[in-house]
């Protein structure tokens, strides 16, 4: 029988749960959830020319928000005949892989402005 307690803050500012098994409380174990109030992950930098990326990575090269580029992806998402789910947007190729997508930008969004 596994018993979880409730959520509670711990002293580091972090989200605790716990639990107790077996009948004696013999085993307690506790986990880390999520920091409260800390701040998303900032995507690891893009290389130059790179290839697939995540669309958090993506976004943030074409100054796009997350759930704009997600959303248009979804929107133009088409299952290929081998099953696979591809999106194609002005420039943008994405696959989804599980549930995330890899987002691939062709050479025009790589290429610098020309001026």
Do not use: C, N, Y
Request: glycine fraction near 8%.
């Amino acid at each position: 029988m596994t018993l979880t307690a409730p959520l509670r803050p711990s002293s580091e500012g972090e989200v605790e749960t716990s639990s107790t098994v077996g009948a004696g409380g013999a085993h307690r174990a506790r986990s880390r959830v999520a920091k409260v109030g800390a701040a998303p992950r900032d995507p690891k930098p893009l290389p130059p020319g790179s290839a697939w990326m995540t669309v958090e990575q993506a976004a943030a090269f074409l100054s796009l928000p997350v759930v704009t580029l997600r959303r248009s992806l979804e929107r133009h998402a088409r299952t290929t005949p081998e099953g696979a789910t591809v999106a194609h947007v002005d420039g943008i190729t994405a696959r989804k892989l599980g549930r995330l997508w890899r987002v691939w930008l062709d050479r025009g969004w790589l290429a610098p402005p020309q001026t």
